[in-house]
């Protein structure tokens, strides 16, 4: 999305980079080369609410907040012990807390046009079909700077030097912050960790969509599943991409009625109330989701980029709540449906579940999470019928790529 109000932000710490991002972004297949420790934990605080990143893809590795009885609960999936990131890139490569570019999701045939050049980029899924998530290394394998840290906020930057065969340079600034202030968008001062990524096209045209990718679960684990516990709400999302046995886009927009309404989340229900009628939505011989739903915002009244409530979700179990808003015109669903139940949840998760007597799930099983990614139209680039060109392509005399968006927890 193009924000410019966030143009100076974005150009915050340029200068600073010049040492850090040489060492850090050389060599296009050394990701493991860093001015500092990948795999450092970076705490941030706030009232009831506490985040741990690490620069290994700019990811978030725990989210605490607290529950109905006031119990603290870590409500993201991932890993305690940071370097497990790794294996697990080279093993299932879940993408666990990640941010993901230079391109979200999926990119057909690994190819797209700019004007008259065409691109070809690394096909790194479906046995070299298509592109997922930037390519063979995308922004969640790369050692991203530290370029700001305070109490309550974290900044990581990466620049890009055309990163898999990527048109041009793009540096990105990735921004967490957690707190509790009173305002227009949070009226009670709930617990929110806000996320920004601002993204800077700086030598020629390129794409830019960029996406959080965290794996969320509101009862902690205390449940084998979100299937019968965790209510989901899309307000706004009243179609979805159309696509193909392997998930890409195939130019549709399907109504949510489709599927005998299984994707209509429009006014909320319990996640598997009708996931038996959606088999074949999430692919060939896949049950559940793993769509992009579009962000229909009322036109007259809301700006296309505006911030808006796209999700809310909550938690039976924990009582635990969240409201996602953010400036982009889609969000991706995924209700892990290919978790196989071979990684382990965090033994800091298990501990507290069994301070707490409840023996609750020890893996991460299948429909035993939801990802909330945030984004643009998915594969918008290669299908322009769409008019989202404007919003996924961007050039160092236009405006920054901003994908805004706050993750706001509360007790039901």
């Known amino acids: ?64 907040v607290h529950d109905r009885e006031g119990n603290e609960q870590d409500v993201v999936v991932g890993y305690d012990d940071p370097k497990d990131y790794v294996k697990d890139t080279n093993t299932d490569h879940t993408f666990f807390g990640a941010v993901v570019g230079r391109y979200a999701n999926r990119i057909k045939n690994g190819t797209f046009t700019i ?18 998530h930037g390519g063979d290394i995308g922004y969640d394998q790369r050692n991203w700077s530290v370029t700001a840290h305070s109490d309550s906020s974290i900044t990581f930057t990466l620049l890009d030097t055309g990163f898999e065969d990527f048109p041009g340079d793009v540096i990105t600034h990735a921004t967490f912050a957690v707190d509790t202030q009173v305002s227009p968008q949070n009226p009670k001062g709930l617990p929110q960790l806000t996320t920004k990524l601002i993204s800077l096209s700086l030598t020629q045209a390129t794409p830019i969509m960029l996406s959080n990718h965290i794996y969320w679960n ?46 209509d989340f429009t006014t909320g229900k319990l ?20 769509n992009c739903f579009l962000v229909d915002r009322d036109s007259p009244y809301a700006a296309s980029n505006s911030m808006v409530p796209i999700l809310r979700m909550n938690s039976k179990t924990t009582g635990i709540s969240l409201e996602v808003s953010s400036n982009q015109q889609a969000v991706q669903i995924y209700s892990c449906n290919g978790q196989k139940g071979n990684i382990a949840i965090k033994p800091s998760q298990a501990k507290r579940n069994k301070e707490e007597g409840i023996q609750g799930a020890q893996s991460v099983n299948k429909y035993g999470c939801v990802v909330i990614e945030p984004e643009g139209w998915i594969d918008g680039i290669n299908n322009p019928q769409w008019g989202q060109l404007g919003d996924q392509i961007y050039t160092p005399g236009g405006a920054p790529s901003v994908n805004w968006a706050t993750y706001q927890f509360g007790t039901i």
Do not use: W
């Open 115 to 132: 004007g008259q050049e065409s691109y070809d980029i690394p096909k790194s899924e479906n046995d070299g079909i298509d592109t997922l």
């Open 1 to 64: 999305m193009h924000l410019k109000p966030y143009l100076s932000a974005a150009l915050y710490g340029l200068p600073a980079l010049a040492v850090n991002s040489a060492s850090n972004n050389n060599n296009n297949n050394n990701n493991n080369t860093s001015a500092v420790d990948p795999f450092q934990q970076y705490t941030i605080s706030a009232e009831n609410i506490t985040a741990t990143l690490i620069p290994y893809g700019a990811r978030l590795t725990s989210l605490l």
């Open 271 to 290: 996640i598997g109330r009708d996931i038996d009628s959606a088999a074949g939505l999430c692919g060939t011989g896949c049950t559940g989701y793993d």
């Open 218 to 263: 509101l009862n902690a684990f205390k449940q084998p599943t979100v299937l019968n516990d965790t209510f989901l709400q899309l307000p706004l999302s009243k179609r979805l991409i159309g696509t193909d046995g392997i998930l890409i886009p195939d130019g549709t927009l399907l109504p949510v009625d489709t599927y005998k309404g299984a994707p």
